[in-house]
């Protein structure tokens, strides 16, 4: 079992920085693959980024290459998103899951689809003005 805590989301200007966190509790933390998903208004739940249990492969969706990364230190049971460049697009409520799978580093780019994650958690809003 998983519990996820998300915090760091916030108000921005276009072209600056946040930094999500993704604080996680329970004993299978260390083998999970973890991710962050984004959601606006009016759409459907999106994958951002991807990581592996060991943090050694990673994967991020297109419209975030280049200005997002993600990392995990597992010593400390978290989950960071580095946002840069943000745009008025990234707008959403971003969500930190944990999926029960492992993968490989060519297996990472499989999870881009929110079925494959068991836990979630509550959100966190950031909002970037043009």
């Known amino acids: 079992q998983v519990q996820l805590v998300e915090s760091g989301g916030g108000l921005v200007q276009a072209g600056g920085s946040l930094r999500l966190s993704c604080a996680a509790s329970g004993r299978t933390f260390r083998t999970n693959v973890m991710g962050w998903f984004c959601q606006a208004p009016g759409k459907e739940r999106e994958f951002v980024a991807a990581i592996s249990g060991g943090g050694g492969s990673t994967y991020n969706a297109g419209s975030v290459k280049g200005r997002f990364t993600i990392s995990r230190d597992n010593a400390k049971n978290t989950v960071d998103l580095q946002m840069n460049s943000l745009k008025s697009e990234d707008t959403a409520v971003y969500y930190c899951?944990?999926?029960?799978?492992?993968?490989?580093?060519?297996?990472?780019?499989?999870?881009?689809?929110?079925?494959?994650?068991?836990?979630w958690g509550q959100g966190t809003q950031v909002t970037v003005s043009s």
């Open positions: 899951a944990a999926s029960l799978l492992s993968v490989d580093s060519r297996g990472i780019v499989t999870m881009t689809i929110r079925t494959k994650y068991h836990y």
